[in-house]
């Protein structure tokens, strides 16, 4: 193999690593179907939203919100992140929330990215969350407190 073929490869390889518009492989993105009206949410608003606490985009659209399965990293970062609870914590959240009848059922939880993804992409009011490397043109992904996936002081994580 020649040294550009390399380069070559390399560089293919960093641009995989970095995903996409230079989101960082450890960034949690948020998505949402690309008819839905957010672009851009607070912190605050969106750990509202995955609690159900707050059901609909401003353009009242409703929200399904969609988590991966127990295990995945990229659920240990949404707890940590936008819940700031442990799996138990969530669970007990969501039994009490169903019981009162605040909800009338936790998120779904589908088995991987590409699964949230697709559930996403193809419902309306769909959101939910992926590894920044695998959101793509099928869906849209939301700025968090005005950063990015790949900005500087991004703050959803997947460690």
Known sequence: MNPFSIKSLALIGLGLLLGVAGARADDLAIIVNKTNSLDSISSADLAKYFKAEKSKAPDGKKLVIVM???????RAAALKDIYKMSETE?????????????????PKALPSGAAVKSFVAETPGGIGYVV????DAS??????????????????KVK
Not at 68 to 74: I, K, M, Y
Not at 90 to 106: K, S
Not at 132 to 135: H, P, V
Not at 142 to 154: E, T
Request: glycine share 10%; no cysteine; charged share 30%.
């Open 139 to 156: 869906v849209k992904v939301l700025k968090i407190d005005g950063k990015a996936p790949g900005d500087a002081d991004y703050k959803l």
């Open 132 to 135: 920044s490397g695998d959101a």
């Open 90 to 106: 969530y669970n007990d959240y969501f039994v009490e929330a169903t019981f009162t009848g605040a909800v009338a059922a936790a």
């Open 68 to 74: 991966q399965d127990v295990g995945r990293p990229e």
